[in-house]
């Protein structure tokens, strides 16, 4: 465990989860090499600290989501640099950008395609509420066919409002407990940005 | 092949008209605005004299639009030697629209055919595959035309009212409801019929009978990729038909973004449209707006200050360089360098986005361009980055890119040879910005047609003879080192003044008449065809967009290559799927 001083890591890494600041404090962790913990706790960290996304991008903020990865914003420091291809290997699902009609079906196929647990950002006015295209072609917001977690305003919202997203969403995943996913907490979206 | 890029020599079109109007006598009128009103049954003749004797060989736009009493399609002709286009005009029944099709005339015709077909529901004689290409088969009523209206969303009063009507609307955190009710649809949505419908223009029945019938034998295949793959640069789909692992056949299916751009065009004002053509390639957000800008411009008969001219230069050129950066390093991705190239790349393209942001106040959409200029002048620290970016940084970062990519063994084994389009195919095909230019076509519209203050700048249009993929990349390569050219003789001419031109308005008046305006952005020409009939929204909006047409050209160009390979291909025309779909 490579967590030694809860102060410089907070925010991050997040050491409370896993040790009471006593037993830091006591440095247990160097001593005897034991950590000890509620299960609840040590799934919801393992589950945000490798997050899978797909590697899935509609339109303009996918540009945006491209961003979050590189160097400047770098989520790969969540574990999270391995977009997957596959659905089937992912755990979270970035809609970035407009969800049309046609893509609608394809959409929802890829999210049923995903392992559960496995959860949804909406990010960008587009997908969260159909932004400036109001007609007949968009899907207006994809909670319409998929449930979102957490839901990134901007058009398109800057990496940095990713990033909070994505931060809001594993406070989220570390607070829901083992099958708490699956209530979707009390059944409405985070919105930030 | 021989072709002139000076645009002196060229001959224009209202020559040629004089000279070309005895020649067809009554097939041919030439209305006030100098477009060719051509009699339906003698389209193809024209079209293809025009070709061959008159040599306006390259179609570079065909929409159409709906009059209260007619449909008219359009199409723009230019010479590839440079010069203005050329409009033709059609006119077909109300009723019962029927228009010979450009397909054997002009192989670019074909998407842009099936575009109106989608759109507008005109039939044209003779497509090989007239069917629906961004709506998907089996959908109801044409939307472009002017009394379809949108189910749910549109009222008679646009173009500010077709919202929330009956104004009864919700915020989404007042809305507490369990995961059933987290997904709802509008009142008459069918979900049902979405699915369905898909299915018929995707799902294919063959016989066993006709699969077998593969020259060699062997068992034909057909493989969906996309429109989730990660190759596909965007949702974009390809059906190939395989005969082991060579292509035989590949039929792109588009759409999935398709929101239909042109009809919000139509029922927002003039210079509400300037955010959304940003989010049309948002690759190329400042040159789409400029395309734009510059075809209200001439509608209007507005005059650019030249401090602007230049800014809009200075800006576009670096969007060009930022634009290419990110399409050279997504095509390596495509061959299998996954990311690392691209993590160089995006490095380079945030300094470019801060400049960006800077200046317009937006990374990507940057909302920046009006008629008759820019909607604020640049803050005084974006000279002194712009210089030093342009001096010390990119030209080192494009040539560290060259040396460690262009050179290596993978690449080249990759791309050279594959996916070759010859030039007189190119131009048949209407493709246009890079993907022309590797086929050895040295036509750019900065060139053939220059806008703003280009032919003030030294510089040079970049090809390559081979038409491969490689050549692509490279003509990529070198038009950033151009676009370097240019950025430092506009930074160091950049006048004061204005960057406004005209009188002050709160309302624009768009003075009745359609204008085609025409720039070269880094994916090609995109063209934006705007008809005014004097009132505050557009009558018709057309966006030519370079991606779509240049697409038509894929199939040429993957047949006989293995399936790998098609992902290079695709990847080195560069599309935008935004541009794509509209
Ligand atoms: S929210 Fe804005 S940036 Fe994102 S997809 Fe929609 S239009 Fe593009």
């Known amino acids: ?193 | 092949m021989t072709i002139q890029t000076d645009v002196e020599t060229a001959v224009l079109p209202a020559e040629r008209a004089a000279r070309a109007a005895t020649r067809f006598g009554e097939k041919v009128r030439v209305d006030d605005e100098g477009a060719w009103v051509v009699e339906a049954a003698s389209l193809p003749e024209v079209a293809r004299a025009l070709r061959d004797d008159f040599a306006l060989d390259y179609l570079i736009n065909l929409t159409c639009v709906d009059w209260p009493d007619r449909f008219e399609t359009v199409y723009h002709m230019a010479s590839i030697q440079g010069g203005p286009p050329l409009c033709l005009k059609v006119a077909a029944d109300k009723a019962k629209p029927i228009v010979p099709s450009l397909t054997g005339v002009f192989a670019g015709a074909d998407f842009q055919e099936r575009e109106v077909y989608d759109m507008f529901g005109v039939r044209f004689a003779g497509h090989p595959n007239l069917r629906r290409i961004l709506m998907w088969e089996g959908f109801a009523g044409y939307p472009l035309r002017k009394d379809w209206r949108e189910a749910y969303y549109e009222d008679d009063n646009k173009p500010l009212k077709s919202r929330w009507p009956e104004g009864d609307f919700f915020f989404g955190e007042d809305k507490i409801a369990d995961w059933d009710d987290n997904i709802k649809y509008p009142s008459g949505y069918q979900a049902e019929g979405v699915e369905s419908s898909r299915a018929d223009d995707n799902i294919v029945v063959l016989d066993a009978d006709e699969l077998h019938r593969a020259p060699s034998g062997s068992e034909r295949l057909i493989v969906n990729m996309g429109p989730q793959h990660p190759s596909t640069h965007g949702v974009f789909q390809m059906r190939l038909t395989l005969d082991g692992e060579t292509v035989v056949d590949l039929q792109p299916v588009m759409g999935y973004m398709h929101r239909n751009h042109e009809k919000i065009g139509e029922r927002n004002l003039w210079l509400g449209n300037m955010p959304f053509t940003d989010r049309l390639d948002y690759l190329a957000q400042l040159g789409n707006e400029w395309g734009y800008a510059l075809t209200v411009e001439k509608l209007m008969g507005l005059e650019v200050p030249e401090r602007a001219e230049y800014i809009r230069v200075i800006l576009a050129e670096l969007n060009r360089i930022q634009s290419h950066f990110w399409s050279i390093t997504f095509l390596l991705n495509d061959i299998g360098a996954f990311f690392t190239p691209m993590m160089y790349a995006i490095e380079e393209r945030e300094l470019i986005l801060d400049l960006f942001e800077m200046a317009t106040g937006s990374r990507l959409m940057c909302n920046y361009m009006r008629f008759g200029g820019l909607a604020y002048d640049l803050p005084e620290e974006f000279l002194t980055m712009a210089q030093t970016l342009v001096d010390d940084r990119l030209e080192r970062a494009i040539d560290e890119m060259d040396a460690y990519l262009s050179g290596n063994e993978i690449v080249l084994e990759r791309m050279q040879g594959v996916g070759v389009l010859p030039p007189d195919m190119a131009i048949n095909f209407s493709t246009s910005g890079p993907v022309l230019r590797a086929s050895g076509v040295p036509y750019d519209v900065r060139r053939a047609e220059p806008y703003g203050v280009y032919d003030r700048f030294d510089w040079d249009v970049v090809t390559r003879p081979e038409g491969d993929v490689f050549a692509r990349y490279m003509v990529r390569v070198g038009e950033m080192r151009q676009s370097l050219r240019i950025l430092k003789q506009a930074l160091r001419d950049l006048p004061g003044g204005e960057i406004m031109g005209g009188k002050k308005a709160w309302q624009i008046r768009v003075p009745a008449g359609q204008a085609y305006g025409r720039v070269e952005n880094p994916r090609g020409e995109l063209g934006f065809y705007c008809v005014s009939d004097g009132k505050a929204n557009p009558y018709r909006y057309h966006v030519k967009s370079p991606c779509f047409v240049n697409l038509t050209a894929l199939a040429e160009m993957t047949k006989g290559h293995k399936v790998a390979d098609t992902v290079a291909i695709l990847g080195s025309i560069d599309i935008v799927l935004g541009e794509v779909d509209r």
């Open chain 1, 1 to 193: 465990m490579a967590v030694m001083n809860p102060e410089a890591n907070r925010g991050i890494l997040q050491p409370q989860a896993i040790l009471t600041p006593e037993q830091l404090a006591a440095g247990r962790t160097g001593e005897s090499g034991i950590v000890v913990t509620s299960l609840e706790k040590a799934v919801g960290w393992a589950r945000t600290r490798s997050m899978w996304p797909a590697l899935f991008g509609l339109a303009c903020c996918a540009i945006e989501m491209m961003h979050t990865q590189t160097a400047r914003t770098d989520m790969s420091r969540y574990g999270m640099e391995l977009m997957r291809a596959s659905p089937r290997q992912s755990d979270l699902i970035i809609v970035a950008g407009r969800l049309s009609r046609k893509m609608a079906p394809v959409i929802r196929k890829i999210y049923d395609q995903m392992p559960e647990p496995k959860w949804v950002i909406s990010m960008g006015d587009c997908a969260s509420c159909g932004g400036v295209f109001n007609n007949y072609a968009l899907v207006q917001g994809c909670d319409e066919v998929i449930p979102v977690d957490v839901y990134v305003a901007g058009c398109p919202p800057r990496p940095e409002a990713l990033m909070h997203g994505i931060l809001k969403l594993h406070e989220k995943v570390r607070a829901e407990g083992i099958d708490g996913w699956n209530d979707r907490g009390g059944g409405f979206g985070i919105t930030v940005g």
